[in-house]
């Protein structure tokens, strides 16, 4: 068992803490699926949950789609070789299922949680709260008056088991398990993750939140999630992950769907904060209907390579779609992210902020695609992507990919790269500030306008996982 | 000297090019003392070497606050031991508003941990912005950010009156500020003049010091100082021009 250092242990208010992810538990797996991936995998995966029929088939076929698909190194980095697919584990859990009191959560299990902060959060101010370790929840629970209100907030297993007509109809329409090699590769060995359903014009006025934690080494989480707003309806959901620093590279691999009808809105925050070997290789497509919303927030600040680009489909008239994403690049980290706007009705209009820090050695990319086809009229796009270079070594790279056709639509970008000069910190600390305290500074200066944009307590922990990042980067 | 900011046979150069030579001088606590001399003496130098810049070299000399010597010590070290420098230059700082700057300023001078009194800040520093006749609406706006010359000048006068140092380096704080803000700011440093502070104040003019009167006065040249008076050597000096030393100097 690895040492908690006590000091680090003593928590401030309703902080969920990704900051203290580095400890980690002993390894007593009940069920263990093994090294390697093969059909055989996916059936002992399948069996553990009793699944049969359609999903297992579904299954099969992604296995089959993710091995016939190539590593996209021709335009992504070629650091995915280093991807050792066959010395992971797909499937670990200690056979639990999702517990409705922290009480009943196994005693270590437990403990994670806690020194994460997750209870203490719940408490202040989440509507339902969702906790899985490796690769099963194992904690769910959500305020009584929400469910009887229908709404429904499970994990993908429950969700099929539990409500199987909402589930099929939605499950891998809005990311199809051929979307790409890892979208394939989730819907082959998914598990995990949440099922939300809002029923109409119900408003959930406090967030949701699931917490992803990796405990074990050579391992691979592949948490599927699918939230479906009904007509006229409003919710939150945030999530949040931590890994334990290994000496081996683990996999993260999610698939999030998102679905909003007509005038529903969809807010969906992450606060990523994996340890610097986690490959973090995600898919997260929104559908928003007819004035629907569909808006991300995305932090990535953690994690060896994170390759993600949110993206939003407006398919009915006056849906909005919005990205507001912050990637930190520290030394030896590569955070490739971006966005992805597809309008596909008029009168839509979408939103993108992209800022990257890039620190040390540290790399980050940004992707945009934004699609207008001429045939719409009255589409806006805004995309706004803006770099800051806090050393000559770090590096940074924009490609924007936007196709607007049509007079009557209209798109708008900029770009910036600036970097933290030496005369700059030497101003900030000739006032008193460590050279640590000078670059959080100006980091969350540079963040600042886009942060005010997120709740509250996220935006205390964000700027206190900066200042961590920061101060780690001074020798 | 415990009372006093010493600088003694100070050393230091740019690249390999030597531009302090030997510079030698000692501000006691409550004292004002001005510097002047002609651009490109190595005055700036001289502000940037006690604060700490990495930029210089120091080749030999040493530097005492109170008694403690800070050359080598890191900028932040050197800040917090009691050394500001109001800059000739001042950085801007994007995003970062005065308010948070100062108060970031200030936390970094309290024990960790220690509780922070956000209402005597604000008390403070609104007491502060009245005195120098700035808006209040300048605490959102951010460090320096599209400020005038002037305002960047008494945005350094508004963080020395919040830090309160032991000693203040003010250098060529005049320049940019018009005649009513020369007359604020210096009113602003007056008030901070006292047993505990002691003023080095670097000018080319001497308006700055009919105002803000110094004990002192010393001129620089070539890296070190060549002639010390009282404040009449600014009035000779103003009306005499640098020949007069370089005559003077030509003669020793
Ligand atoms: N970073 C630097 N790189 C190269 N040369 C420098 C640098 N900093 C200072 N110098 C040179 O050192 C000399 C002294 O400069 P310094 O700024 O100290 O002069 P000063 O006395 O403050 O002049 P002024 O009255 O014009 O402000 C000048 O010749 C200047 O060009
Ligand atoms: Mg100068």
Same mark, same amino acid.
């Given at each position: 068992?690895?040492?908690?250092?006590?000091?680090?242990?003593?928590?401030?208010?309703?902080?969920?803490?990704?900051?203290?992810?580095?400890?980690?538990?002993?390894?007593?797996?009940?069920?263990?699926?093994?090294?390697?991936?093969?059909?055989?995998?996916?059936?002992?995966?399948?069996?553990?949950?009793?699944?049969?029929?359609?999903?297992?088939?579904?299954?099969?076929?992604?296995?089959?789609?993710?091995?016939?698909?190539?590593?996209?190194?021709?335009?992504?980095?070629?650091?995915?070789?280093?991807?050792?697919?066959?010395?992971?584990?797909?499937?670990?859990?200690?056979?639990?299922?999702?517990?409705?009191?922290?009480?009943?959560?196994?005693?270590?299990?437990?403990?994670?949680?806690?020194?994460?902060?997750?209870?203490?959060?719940?408490?202040?101010?989440?509507?339902?709260?969702?906790?899985?370790?490796?690769?099963?929840?194992?904690?769910?629970?959500?305020?009584?008056?929400?469910?009887?209100?229908?709404?429904?907030?499970?994990?993908?297993?429950?969700?099929?088991?539990?409500?199987?007509?909402?589930?099929?109809?939605?499950?891998?329409?809005?990311?199809?398990?051929?979307?790409?090699?890892?979208?394939?590769?989730?819907?082959?060995?998914?598990?995990?993750?949440?099922?939300?359903?809002?029923?109409?014009?119900?408003?959930?006025?406090?967030?949701?939140?699931?917490?992803?934690?990796?405990?074990?080494?050579?391992?691979?989480?592949?948490?599927?999630?699918?939230?479906?707003?009904?007509?006229?309806?409003?919710?939150?959901?945030?999530?949040?992950?931590?890994?334990?620093?290994?000496?081996?590279?683990?996999?993260?691999?999610?698939?999030?769907?998102?679905?909003?009808?007509?005038?529903?809105?969809?807010?969906?925050?992450? @606060?990523?904060?994996? $340890? #610097?070997?986690?490959?973090?290789?995600?898919?997260? !497509? *929104?559908?928003? +209907?007819?004035? &629907?919303?569909?808006?991300?927030?995305?932090?990535?600040?953690?994690?060896?390579?994170?390759?993600?680009?949110?993206?939003?489909?407006?398919?009915?008239?006056?849906?909005?779609?919005?990205?507001?994403?912050?990637?930190?690049?520290?030394?030896?980290?590569?955070?490739?992210?971006?966005?992805?706007?597809?309008?596909?009705?008029?009168?839509?209009?979408?939103?993108?902020?992209?800022?990257?820090?890039?620190?040390?050695?540290?790399?980050?990319?940004?992707?945009?695609?934004?699609?207008?086809?001429?045939?719409?009229?009255?589409?806006?796009?805004?995309?706004?992507?803006?770099?800051?270079?806090?050393?000559?070594?770090?590096?940074?790279?924009?490609?924007?990919?936007?196709?607007?056709?049509?007079?009557?639509?209209?798109?708008?970008?900029?770009?910036? @790269?600036?970097?933290? $000069? #030496?005369?700059?910190?030497?101003?900030?600390?000739? !006032? *008193?500030?460590? +050279?640590?305290? &000078?670059?959080?500074?100006?980091?969350?200066?540079?963040?600042?306008?886009?942060?005010?944009?997120?709740?509250?307590?996220?935006?205390?922990?964000?700027?206190?996982?900066?200042?961590?990042?920061?101060?780690?980067?001074?020798? | 000297?415990?009372?006093?900011?010493?600088?003694?046979?100070?050393?230091?150069?740019?690249?390999?090019?030597?531009?302090?030579?030997?510079?030698?001088?000692?501000?006691?606590?409550?004292?004002?003392?001005?510097?002047?001399?002609?651009?490109?003496?190595?005055?700036?130098?001289?502000?940037?070497?006690?604060?700490?810049?990495?930029?210089?070299?120091?080749?030999?000399?040493?530097?005492?606050?109170?008694?403690?010597?800070?050359?080598?010590?890191?900028?932040?070290?050197?800040?917090?031991?009691?050394?500001?420098?109001?800059?000739?230059?001042?950085?801007?700082?994007?995003?970062?508003?005065?308010?948070?700057?100062?108060?970031?300023?200030?936390?970094?001078?309290?024990?960790?941990?220690?509780?922070?009194?956000?209402?005597?800040?604000?008390?403070?520093?609104?007491?502060?912005?009245?005195?120098?006749?700035?808006?209040?609406?300048?605490?959102?706006?951010?460090?320096?950010?599209?400020?005038?010359?002037?305002?960047?000048?008494?945005?350094?006068?508004?963080?020395?009156?919040?830090?309160?140092?032991?000693?203040?380096?003010?250098?060529?704080?005049?320049?940019?500020?018009?005649?009513?803000?020369?007359?604020?700011?210096?009113?602003?440093?007056?008030?901070?003049?006292?047993?505990?502070?002691?003023?080095?104040?670097?000018?080319?003019?001497?308006?700055?010091?009919?105002?803000?009167?110094?004990?002192?006065?010393?001129?620089?040249?070539?890296?070190?100082?060549?002639?010390?008076?009282?404040?009449?050597?600014?009035?000779?000096?103003?009306?005499?021009?640098?020949?007069?030393?370089?005559?003077?100097?030509?003669?020793?």
């Amino acid at each position: 068992m690895a040492e908690i250092d006590e000091s680090q242990a003593q928590r401030e208010a309703i902080e969920v803490d990704r900051s203290k992810g580095d400890f980690k538990y002993e390894e007593n797996y009940a069920f263990d699926a093994g090294v390697g991936l093969t059909p055989a995998t996916i059936d002992y995966i399948a069996k553990v949950k009793g699944e049969e029929g359609w999903i297992r088939e579904f299954r099969q076929k992604s296995l089959k789609i993710f091995q016939d698909q190539p590593m996209p190194t021709h335009w992504a980095t070629a650091d995915l070789e280093n991807i050792k697919f066959e010395d992971i584990r797909y499937y670990l859990s200690k056979g639990q299922k999702p517990v409705r009191t922290w009480e009943e959560v196994p005693d270590d299990v437990k403990k994670t949680f806690e020194r994460l902060g997750i209870p203490e959060s719940e408490r202040k101010f989440l509507a339902g709260v969702e906790a899985q370790f490796d690769s099963e929840a194992v904690y769910s629970r959500m305020k009584e008056e929400l469910e009887k209100l229908g709404v429904i907030f499970c994990g993908p297993t429950e969700g099929l088991r539990d409500h199987p007509e909402i589930f099929r109809k939605w499950f891998g329409k809005v990311i199809p398990a051929g979307d790409n090699k890892f979208a394939a590769l989730n819907s082959a060995v998914f598990s995990g993750g949440s099922f939300i359903y809002i029923p109409k014009g119900v408003k959930v006025a406090q967030p949701l939140q699931a917490y992803f934690r990796i405990n074990a080494e050579n391992f691979g989480q592949f948490e599927r999630t699918l939230i479906i707003a009904d007509e006229g309806s409003e919710v939150t959901y945030m999530e949040g992950c931590t890994a334990p620093k290994f000496e081996t590279a683990t996999l993260h691999s999610a698939v999030v769907e998102l679905v909003a009808l007509k005038g529903a809105k969809i807010q969906y925050i992450t @606060v990523q904060n994996w $340890s #610097a070997n986690v490959f973090n290789l995600v898919t997260k !497509r *929104g559908v928003a +209907e007819e004035d &629907a919303e569909v808006r991300w927030i995305d932090c990535n600040i953690g994690s060896r390579l994170t390759m993600k680009y949110p993206g939003v489909v407006l398919r009915g008239k006056r849906a909005r779609g919005e990205v507001l994403s912050i990637a930190l690049a520290n030394d030896g980290q590569h955070q490739d992210t971006g966005a992805k706007m597809i309008h596909a009705a008029d009168d839509t209009t979408s939103n993108i902020i992209a800022k990257s820090i890039s620190v040390g050695e540290g790399r980050s990319t940004y992707r945009g695609l934004v699609h207008i086809p001429k045939t719409l009229s009255n589409c806006r796009n805004n995309t706004e992507c803006d770099a800051l270079l806090i050393n000559e070594h770090s590096r940074t790279d924009t490609y924007p990919a936007i196709s607007v056709r049509g007079r009557k639509n209209s798109v708008q970008h900029e770009a910036s @790269v600036s970097k933290v $000069s #030496a005369e700059q910190i030497f101003y900030m600390m000739q !006032r *008193g500030l460590s +050279e640590g305290e &000078a670059m959080s500074l100006a980091v969350n200066g540079f963040v600042n306008d886009l942060v005010k944009e997120f709740p509250m307590e996220y935006s205390v922990e964000l700027k206190r996982l900066i200042e961590l990042q920061m101060e780690g980067s001074v020798g | 000297m415990p009372d006093s900011l010493v600088i003694k046979n100070l050393n230091a150069s740019i690249g390999d090019r030597p531009i302090l030579k030997d510079f030698s001088l000692t501000v006691p606590k409550g004292e004002v003392h001005a510097i002047m001399g002609p651009n490109g003496t190595g005055k700036s130098t001289l502000s940037k070497v006690l604060a700490g810049h990495p930029d210089y070299t120091v080749q030999s000399g040493e530097a005492f606050i109170d008694g403690e010597q800070i050359i080598g010590l890191e900028p932040d070290v050197i800040a917090r031991a009691g050394l500001f420098l109001a800059f000739q230059y001042p950085s801007e700082i994007p995003g970062v508003t005065i308010a948070n700057f100062i108060r970031a300023a200030i936390v970094a001078r309290q024990a960790k941990g220690a509780p922070f009194d956000a209402k005597a800040y604000y008390n403070e520093l609104y007491a502060k912005m009245d005195a120098l006749k700035m808006d209040r609406k300048f605490t959102s706006r951010f460090v320096n950010e599209g400020f005038s010359g002037g305002e960047k000048k008494r945005c350094e006068i508004l963080q020395l009156m919040m830090l309160k140092p032991k000693y203040a380096v003010l250098d060529e704080t005049d320049s940019g500020l018009d005649i009513d803000a020369l007359r604020i700011v210096s009113e602003g440093v007056n008030a901070m003049r006292g047993p505990d502070t002691g003023f080095l104040v670097i000018t080319h003019y001497q308006r700055l010091l009919d105002y803000i009167v110094p004990d002192r006065v010393h001129i620089m040249w070539d890296g070190r100082i060549v002639h010390s008076g009282g404040k009449e050597l600014a009035l000779e000096l103003e009306e005499k021009g640098y020949d007069w030393v370089k005559q003077d100097l030509a003669k020793a």
